[in-house]
Structure formats: C-alpha cells, structure tokens
C-alpha cells in the first residue's frame, strides 16, 4: 500500500464562499435543503463577524430582517437571542416606515451563529481561502437557449485543495483585495485585523468577470471608563419589545437592556478635521475606491455640509462583557493623532481613550448587473453572490441576499424553479431589482423611500407575504405554514365582523364618542367605520364592542391597520396589478435586440449589455424609454407569435 498522498479532492453540493451575514444564510439555506455544503473562511473567528456597527436592523433595514425570518433565514432568530438594547423607530409616522433596531452584542451574535452553522447537518465549516474557482466551457448543443457559456465545477484553496460541486455562492464581504487606511498607515488587511483574501479577484477577472473597487469605512471604539455620559443624552430601549423573528415568543425578549448615548460634534471638532484634510487618504486621492453616499466619513460630512454647525454622535455599547463603546456617525480615515484631537472635542469624549482606531477599508466587488434577480451570474451556469461583493452596504442586505443566492442555488441543482420577489413582494425584491437593473457606483444602501410600495410592504406583515414563500422553498415547516394561515383568517373574519357591528346614535355611544374627543353621531354607523377616525382604535372600540372574542396582539395589529389605510392600501394594490402586468411579459434570454426594428441606439445598447428577464425589468434600465418599450412590446408579440407557429 502506497503512503503517499496526491492532494485533497472532496465531491460536495454546494461551496459557499465566505461566512459574513450573506454566507452564513446562504450556507444554512442549502444545507437545510438537504444539500452538502461546505462554507470557507479565511478564519472561523469571524463567522457572522460585525466589523462595524453593532446593531441590527434600522430605518428599511429592519424589513430586511424581518422578510428573511418570513423566508426561513437565522439572523432575525439570531438577534432576538443576542440583543441588549431594541427600539422600534419612527413610530410617530404612519407603519409603513415602523421599523425595528436592536443593539447587538457583538461577541455573543457571532458565537450564537457560529454554534448553529457548526451544528447544522449537511453543513461543514472549513477555514481556508478559496483561491480559483474551477470552470469548464458550455458547449453549443448544452446552451438551450442561456446566455451562458461557462459552467461551474469546484473551487480550489490556496494549499490546493480542490472541492468539485455543482454550485458556487461568492460572500466575500470588503475581504478581497482588502486593505486598510488610517491616515498615512495602510495595511494590506480585511476588517478587523483579519487576513484578506488576495487571489480569487484574479480567477474572477479571468473568468469574465467585471470587477469594481469600493469603500466602506468605521469609526473607532472607545473605553467606556474614559467616557463622561453626564454630557450626553441617554437614549433608552422600548418599554415593550418586539421580537424580529416571527418564531420568537414576545415573552422571551424583555429583557432589562442597555442604554445609548447620544452627543454632538462642534465648530471646534470641524476645525480639527478641515484643518487636517491633507492628512485624510479620502481627499488626498490615495483611496481608489468609491464610498457609501448615506454613511459619509466625518470628514466628508464636514466638506459636503459645510452649512452645518454640529452632527449627531451615537455612542453606542459593543456588548455586555467589554467596555468598548462604538462612535456611531464619526467614521474616518484620519490619521491616529487627528482622530485622538477630534474626538476629545467632542462633550463627553474629552478625556476618551481609544481602545480600535476607526479606518476605512477598500475592496474588490461587482457589478451586480451581471446577475439575473436569482442572484445567479448570467454568464456563468451554478455561479451565485451576495452581499457587499454584489456593491451592496450594510449586514441586512448582505443576509437577505445570501439568502436568495442560496435558496436559488439549491433550487438550480434539484431542477426547480427558482425564487424570485418581485418589487411588489418585498423589500428584498426592491433591493436585489435595484442592484441587477440601476447603475450604481457606489455602495448601496437600503431605504424606505426606495420601494414604490412599501404601505404594503410593512415590516408587521413580512410573515403574511412571504412565509407561504418559505414554505413552497422548503425552509418554512408546515407547522409554521398553518399558523400564518389561522392567522390569516382571524384577520380577515375579524375585519369583516366589525364591519357588519352596528353602532347607532343611542345616548351611551354619544358619550363615549364625547369622552374621547369625536365628533357625535347623525346617523348609524359600524365599528370599522368609527376605528378609521385617527382618536379611536381597536382597543378603545372595546366599550362599543362587548361581544368581541380575545384576539392575539399581531391579529389586532393588522386588523387596525388594514381598517384604518384601506383606501390607501386598496390604492396600492391597483398599482401593484399593473406593475404585475408588465413583470409577467418576460423576454427570451437570447433574444437578439439587433433584430427588434425603430429601437434606439441607446435602448438597443442597454439591452444587450442588460438582458433584462421581463419587459418590467427593462422598463427600469436607465436609457431605455417608454417609446422604447412599446417598440419592443409589439415585437415580442410577433416574435412569440412566430415561435407558437413554428411549433
């Protein structure tokens, strides 16, 4: 018997590449689907690491959490178990906007989502750099119609272990090619300190693949002895909280939590910073890459909005068990001395010591225009991505992502269709519809204001729109299933029976209209009319109402809201019908744009560069005009007329 070994060549389903928040999810997707997957790290110290800030969720960001929890994915479990501190923010407006944040503990999240990767079956956790991803070439009679003409085999890491597999999902996070700056000092690191990942961008450039070089940046993190809260404002969680996850029990998230802080920069801090300008490696050009518009650097703030006199500071707790405190809103890439100036003149922070020094990071991604909404590349067959290396910010996006490029990686291997939210479906749906359709050429960051329907797309009825998704896919239980549709059903006989409660001018009803500040009676009425005047509500109704049954708190809650915005809500749907119209109009993969006649130059140009899967999907490219779309929409009837001939 021979002792010598040739190289480790292991057969597998699925290699996720990366396990920040798009990976993890990603992993667990294929793994839960029965598939074997094996996830690299460059260190298994930072699964589900949070490099920068340590919360969860936030304005838009918290619908992510909450659609991915709707869908059978782990950080909205994940976080309900870690959090320290939770606040449900703009609840002053309407509940299209309500949106959840929770304070992290940092150490804890990683280690409660590394236990559960380590733990999943099917799922194999493996510290290596993937170096060179392996391909072969599609031939002419193995196209059927795909634009692509490369397929996936394997991966193979930097000691030259080779794992075949017949799907890839890129999580590279800011670790490709990464490197740190704080002033003059640059690091050829990933965040935190952690190795970067020096080799794939190569394989990726030699595959075809277009390459972009972004940054993102972080502030630094203070000892929390050196720090005076006398001088900031305490800002403290809710007094009830809500959980992100629609499997956690309400019961289990209250917790005693830890406080914020809230303090301000001054005159005197932006002269430190204007002062020192030459010093920062953003303005003195030795930062190629481009940065995120609505997370600017301090010191961009400080140039761009010269007319302002202060900026808010959050600082804000990295976990129970250290004394680092996160500097929200004060990231830069000033040098060590600068930083030390500024940040003393902030109040409270005079005597601060600086525990990490903040930096900016600069990495390879995409351009995400070369996937299809599945999160697959179109030019590559079993090639999908997500998160940051798709030119997106934030761990939200990055998870929902990771999510879709798993669950559609899964569902390409076993020969199913794939999973695809439309922007009337999700946020999720408007975030990756973004990515693969607008040029972008900087990071992008998830808002409200981004998605069209969002009165629909509350972050309270993630569960109702998605979960019977969930279930179809395979990550959602049955159990699960026929709770959301009882749930369903209470709300909707709840709604229909207050609708038909009579309530008439008797002297009872007209006090109690009186006492709570509405206008009386004329004629009769129903309760669903009487809970649509912005004084009353569900639980005040109850006096009017003594034959109601007792109803759970999140069957109450959209009872009111579906009574109160239904005109509204009806409105939106009217909307949504004719958006489906165009969505259901797809377009061949192959089809050939030279052939459409009166199409403009521009359109023509987009299209092929696009290859948009539906006539919606190319109404939303930049360049394509709606003149262009009725040209396009006559020809695809011919063209779809031609085919059903000829078969």
Known sequence: MSLKCNGIREKVDVCVVGAGHAGCEAALACARLGLETVIFTVSVDSIALMPCNPNIGGSSKGHLVRELDALGGEMGKVIDKTFIQSKMLNVSKGPAVHSLRAQADKADYTRTMRKILENQEHLTVKQAEVCELLWENISDEDKKEKLA?????????????????????????????????????????????????????????????????????????????????????????????????????????????????????????????????????????????????????????????????????????EGLHTNEMYVGGMSSSLPEDVQLAMYRTVPGLENCKIVRNAYAIEYDCINPMQLYPTLGFKDVEGLYSGGQFNGSSGYEEAAAQGLIAGINASMFIKGKEALVLDRSEAYIGVLIDDLVTKESFEPYRMMTSRAEYRLLLRQDNADLRLREKGYQVGLISKEQYEHVLEKKRLIKEEIERLKNVSIGAAKTNQEFLERHGSSTLKTGTNLAELMCRPELNYKLLEELDPERIKLPEDVINQVEIEIKYEGYIERQLRQVNQFKKMEKKSIPETLNYDDVPSLRLEARQKLKAFHPVSIGQASRISGVSPADISVLLVYLEQFNRAVQQNK
């Open 149 to 317: 003409t490369k397929r996936i085999t394997g991966v193979k890491t930097f000691t030259g272990a080779v794992y075949e597999c017949k799907a890839v999902i890129l999580c590279t996070g800011t670790y490709l090619k990464a490197r740190c700056l704080c002033g003059e000092a640059i690091t050829q690191t990933g965040p935190n300190g952690l190795q970067a990942a020096n080799y794939l961008t190569d394989s990726l450039l030699h595959m075809g693949i277009e390459i972009r070089r972004f940054k993102t940046g972080t502030p630094a993190r203070m000892d929390k002895r050196s720090i005076d809260f006398s001088k900031m404002e305490e800002q403290v969680g809710d007094e009830k909280v809500v959980p992100f996850s629609f499997s956690t029990n309400p019961e289990d998230v209250q917790i005693d939590q830890v406080s914020c802080y809230l303090t301000y920069t001054n005159e005197k801090t932006h002269e430190i910073i204007r002062a020192n300008l030459d010093r920062s490696p953003l303005f003195a050009g030795v930062i190629e890459g481009t940065g995120p518009r609505y997370c600017p650097s301090i010191e961009d703030k400080v140039v761009k909005f010269a007319d302002k006199d202060r900026h808010q500071v959050f600082i804000e707790p």
